[in-house]
């Protein structure tokens, strides 16, 4: 039988995408994803077309909640939740994503409605109601997130 792993990383990751940071009491809702290339986790999610669906961030739609992780999709890409999945969306909680540039604890969380990038940035975005990054980055960087 040939050998299957050789290496093994000395530290794993701290984090990543669309971790549940901690157990503390949150919101975390299931909806059918309607985006056919799939929605990725740590993402926002905005209302679908139909009832109990999501999409990715685009222009003018609704926010809705952040994709969490789950290691058990078996989609084409890692990381993803394919299209017709049933995608967790946290509501309310403490969750990890991609901030896109440097923020500091307290500040306000904004999506870029286009994209779905997240950013403390107000110009031209979109707050995410009760929403603050829970932890700093000096630059683009997985952070915290708590949903209220």
């Known amino acids: 039988m040939p050998t299957i792993q050789t290496t093994y990383a000395a530290q794993h990751a701290r984090w990543v995408e669309g971790m549940v940071l901690n157990s503390?009491?949150?919101?975390?809702?299931?909806?059918?994803?309607?985006?056919?290339?799939g929605i990725g986790f740590g993402k926002v999610a905005i209302r679908g077309a139909g009832e109990h669906q999501i999409a990715v961030s685009a222009a003018g739609g609704k926010y809705l909640g952040l994709t969490v992780m789950d290691i058990t999709q078996a989609g084409a890409v890692v990381d993803v939740y394919p299209q017709y999945a049933t995608a967790a969306v946290m509501t309310k909680g403490v969750i990890v994503a991609q901030a896109s540039v440097a923020v500091a604890a307290g500040d306000p969380v904004y999506f870029v409605p286009a994209t779905g990038v997240l950013t403390n940035a107000s110009s031209g975005n979109t707050i995410i109601p009760n929403a603050q990054w829970d932890t700093a980055t000096t630059g683009a960087g997985l952070a915290a997130i708590r949903l209220a």
Do not use: K, L, Y
């Open 24 to 37: 503390e009491p949150g919101v975390i809702i299931s909806r059918e994803v309607q985006t056919a290339a």
